[in-house]
């Protein structure tokens, strides 16, 4: 089956700090990957994206490459500030559904 | 402005009550769906539905039923709830050709408290 693995949260890092959120996946085709990002008391926004094998998705200074030969399409940012800080979702898309990770929580410290 | 909009926000309800939550998006998208998010299980995907008139399972769909009569509406029924339905719901939406760039619009989600 489809299903999506992200590391375990809370991370919580110091302003300027480099980001890392490991993500690998699991599908049975090709799905698309995505980076999904939730504030506090709202809902999930798309972050970045990418639809197919060594795709790089990049937005607001976050990057993501899609690694076939790894599974995995791990979210970087060089350096954080404080308002990155919210819950972030790795996700994949295949044949009409969605699966999401379990969510890995950033406290970004001034 | 574009928006899906999710009502109620907040319920307390009690084991066996019927509920509808409802969601409503104004952009005139073709794909609809319902997730439920829980702590250390992110958010996993219950129905959805390609257009009017056609739903289909997510992964975890027991119950819950939908309906898709009008385009912008896709209400989640709860015909008779239990406690481990208790969860925080989204609603989210996509234009059908976008479903796989992942650009699915949200809700500010609905969390629902059975007793």
């Known amino acids: 089956g489809n299903s999506v693995t992200q590391m375990e949260g809370p991370v919580t890092l110091s302003e300027e700090a480099f980001l890392t959120i490991n993500c690998t996946y699991t599908?049975?085709?090709?799905?698309?990957l995505f980076w999904y990002v939730q504030y506090p008391g709202e809902g999930l926004q798309l972050l970045l994206k990418?639809?197919?094998?060594?795709d790089k998705g990049s937005n607001k200074g976050f990057e993501a490459t899609y690694r076939k030969e790894t599974t995995s399409f791990h979210l970087e940012k060089g350096s954080v500030q404080v308002s990155d800080s919210a819950v972030y979702f790795c996700?994949?898309?295949?044949?009409?559904?969605?699966?999401f990770g379990s969510g890995t929580k950033l406290n970004v410290k001034p | 402005e574009a928006q899906v909009t999710q009502n109620p926000r907040y319920l307390i309800t009690v084991t066996g009550k019927k509920l509808t939550v409802t969601c409503s998006q104004n952009?005139?998208?073709?794909?609809m769906s319902w997730y439920r998010q829980d702590p250390g299980l992110g958010l996993r995907q219950i129905y959805y539905?390609?257009?009017?008139?056609?739903?289909d399972k997510g992964d975890v769909p027991e119950g819950y039923k939908v309906s898709r009569k009008e385009k912008r509406n896709f209400p989640l029924i709860l015909e008779s709830p239990s406690p481990n339905q208790t969860s925080l719901y989204f609603c989210?939406?996509?234009?059908?050709?976008?479903?796989?760039?992942?650009?699915?619009?949200f809700g500010e989600g609905s969390r629902l408290t059975v007793l």
């Open positions: 989210a939406s996509s234009f059908r050709g976008a479903i796989g760039t992942g650009e699915l619009f």
């Open positions: 599908a049975t085709g090709y799905p698309s």
């Open positions: 990418a639809t197919k094998a060594d």
């Open positions: 996700a994949l898309a295949y044949f009409n559904k969605f699966y």
């Open positions: 952009m005139n998208h073709e794909y």
């Open positions: 539905s390609m257009n009017v008139e056609v739903t």
